[in-house]
């Protein structure tokens, strides 16, 4: 474990909690735990607790270990797009199918339930929906973002570009370009889930379709339109696609889900997203590592106003305020804080935005009190059903302020 830093530690309340919620969710929640909170622009608290391997306890969790984002990673290439928006190379109002024109291949298209992306289960249609079909050149890009653009939340996409696993990451390259051409080509052809522009429902098929969209617009595959847009001019150093690949140790990553099913192995160094890795590690909804650290840093150019980021004052709140409502409060690509059960907790302030990760991450930002806080788990260790990890995310948030106010 490292020995964590920062001047919330000379706090003995936050301290003693700290080491109490620790004690309740260590390793029965997660195996590993990395907290990066980030004051006014100064680090309040970088730390990592816990084990990669909790079986041996021989790779002790340090500050540098990579956590796999999942969701978290959407925000990253939203980003991204958002670059493109403020640069002029596309418009939020722009059509879909302006850049990625045979999405409209097959047009109109029924509406069906979907999958869930939990259960792998096929969702009831909306009666309402019954003798509908839409228009999918109606997507627009801003309906992306905002997760109202009714593709269904979750599709087996990995099982269209190949029903073998990839190779374990040590015994090869994960990127196959066939593997991503055979999934697009699923995703450009599935039913809706309801409407354009009806409501927020949530879709990593959106998303998957708008890291398509960066990588056409940059003309580079998405991880390097990834580096040029958004790593690179922050200094983000960590943030990766394929760490294996990469030439990272396995070691340095942490291990998630034993896949009993498709990959029959536990997922490490490699996404546990299983679209995400059948794709080849690669794409828009799910597959980067990163650090607590860098995580954190990356909530701070955002309520910095950080000129490196290169967008304006303006998209900058556009994105952070209520654009869509529905399953969520939606900016651009931003989850806002909900009243009553937010992953944020009760203190953090009601304009805070953030984003979730199915892994256990988590990244939210308070603009009131200019302060981020980046957490990384790897809940999904025990398995995908592991529980508490909602209340671990609401305590810890509430005790960050605490701290941080002298509570």
């Known amino acids: 474990m490292s020995s964590p830093t920062g001047s919330l530690l000379a706090n003995k309340r936050f301290k003693t909690g700290l080491e109490a919620l620790l004690e309740r969710y260590l390793p029965a929640t997660f195996p590993a735990l990395s907290l990066c909170v980030i004051h006014r622009g100064d680090i309040a608290l970088n730390g990592a ?7 041996t306890r021989g790779l002790p969790v340090g500050a540098d270990a990579l956590f796999d984002l999942a969701s978290v990673t959407k925000i990253f ?25 045979e999405f409209a291949q097959l047009n109109p298209r029924e509406i069906s339930g979907g999958q ?13 929906y019954d003798e509908l079909s839409v228009d999918v050149t109606a997507v627009r890009f801003k309906h992306l973002l905002t997760h109202t653009s009714g593709l269904p939340p979750w599709r087996s996409v990995y099982l269209l570009a190949s029903e073998a696993a990839p190779a374990p990451p040590a015994y090869g390259s994960a990127c196959e370009e066939t593997r991503w051409q055979r999934g697009l080509a699923g ?40 580096t040029d847009l958004i790593l690179d ?4 150093r960590s943030p990766t696609y394929n760490p294996v690949q990469n030439g990272i140790p396995r070691e340095k990553t942490v291990p998630t889900e034993y896949d009993k099913i498709w990959r029959r192995r536990r997922a490490w160094g490699e996404v546990h997203d299983e679209n995400a890795c059948g794709l ?30 290169r967008l304006s004052s303006q998209l900058r709140q556009d994105a952070t305020s209520q654009q869509a409502s529905g399953q969520f409060r939606m900016g651009l690509g931003w ?26 991450t988590s990244l939210w930002v308070d603009p009131i009190r200019q302060m981020v806080t980046a957490v990384l788990t790897n809940r999904v260790f025990h398995g995908r059903h592991a529980e508490n990890i909602h209340s671990f995310r609401r305590s810890i948030h509430d005790l960050v302020v605490r701290g941080i106010e002298g509570r």
């Open 116 to 128: 869930d992306p939990h259960t792998r289960q096929f969702l009831p249609i909306d009666g309402d």
């Open 280 to 309: 080849g590690g690669i794409a828009g909804h799910a597959g980067l590592f990163a650090t607590a650290r860098d995580v954190a840093a990356f909530g701070e150019a955002w309520v910095s106003g950080d000129n490196r980021l």
């Open 77 to 101: 290439v939203e980003t991204s797009f958002l670059t493109l928006v403020e640069a002029g190379k596309i418009a939020l109002e722009d059509r879909l199918v302006a850049v990625i024109p």
């Open 49 to 55: 607790w816990g084990w990669i391997d909790p079986e």
């Open 233 to 236: 001019p922050l200094n983000l």
């Open 187 to 226: 995703m450009l052809r599935f039913p809706f889930a309801g409407p354009v522009g009806e409501a927020v429902r949530y879709t990593d098929i959106g998303i998957m379709l708008l890291g398509e969209a960066v990588s056409r617009l940059h003309g580079v595959r998405l991880d390097k339109a990834l």
């Open 335 to 360: 989850m806002l804080k909900a009243a009553g059960d937010s992953s944020a907790g009760e203190l953090y302030s009601h304009s805070s935005y953030g984003h979730t990760g199915f892994t256990g």
